[in-house]
């Protein structure tokens, strides 16, 4: 009796160990337009309770990040609270610049960019419009564990440094398209070539952007480019 007890108890833990994870995603938004303006459409993980959880933490604390002013812990902080703060801030400031007319904004929208069962990828575009010159458009990737929901750096996903070669040879096709364009080349001003703080992935293959000012002048704009995923598989780890 005792012995088919523990066959039973070791078959459920082999079970729970090899729980398939399911996920979905739908759209939640937040909008707030009585003095800032802030419009957020960002993903919402669905299924797997730990697993959707970690995801959509991530995804809310790099939001709150985006929005907020305070170089504080954002730690316990909700979205609707950054939003609250990022209001409260513009009105401060409209009551100190009474001849600044410049209403404050905050575009926000995520969308899952691609999922398989090891890698999720949520790609964040975000717009913010604080009074000054021009507003500041930023595209920022997530990158989550698809069985366990953890955020991982671009240091859990590529394999090596022989990835660095692949990525130049690729940025290098796409900097032809660019001269034959605009003419300038000089993207990295006379240092060598660097991976971007972003690289996300999509149907088509691995994505490498460089956001305004990482690389070329602010004029260039986003610089982005695909390798294709049979080219960049045995650099990932993922795979």
């Known amino acids: 009796m005792k012995k088919l007890v523990l066959l039973l108890l070791v078959s459920i833990g082999i079970v729970s160990c090899t729980k398939e994870v399911r996920l979905t995603f739908s759209e939640t938004n937040f909008t707030k337009n009585e003095n800032a303006v802030i419009e957020i459409n960002i993903p919402k ?4 309770i730990e697993v959707s959880e970690a995801i959509n933490a991530a995804i809310e604390n790099f939001i709150v990040s985006t929005i907020s002013f305070s170089e504080d812990s954002l730690i316990n902080v909700s979205l ?13 400031f409209k009551d100190d610049f009474e001849e600044d007319s410049l209403v404050w904004e905050a575009f926000i929208d995520g969308e899952v960019t691609y999922q398989s069962s090891e890698i999720i990828c949520v790609a964040i575009n975000s717009y913010l419009n604080t009074g000054g010159a021009h507003g ?77 000012y990482e690389i070329a002048p602010y ?7 695909t390798i294709p995923f049979e080219e960049a598989l045995p650099y990932l780890k993922l795979y």
């Open 136 to 212: 500041n458009t930023n595209i920022s990737f997530l990158n989550f564990n698809s069985q366990t929901g953890k955020l991982l750096q671009n240091d859990d996903i590529i394999k090596n440094k022989d990835f660095l070669k692949l990525a130049e040879k690729y940025f290098n096709i796409e900097l032809q398209e660019m001269l034959n364009e605009n003419g300038f080349d000089d993207y990295f001003f006379g240092d060598g070539f660097h991976l971007p703080e972003n690289i996300g992935f999509s149907d088509e293959g691995v994505i490498l952007l460089y956001n305004v």
């Open 219 to 225: 004029s260039e704009g986003i610089t982005e480019f």
């Open 45 to 48: 993980a669905e299924g797997t």
């Open 80 to 92: 609707n609270e950054a939003m609250m703060k990022f209001d409260s801030v513009y009105i401060e």
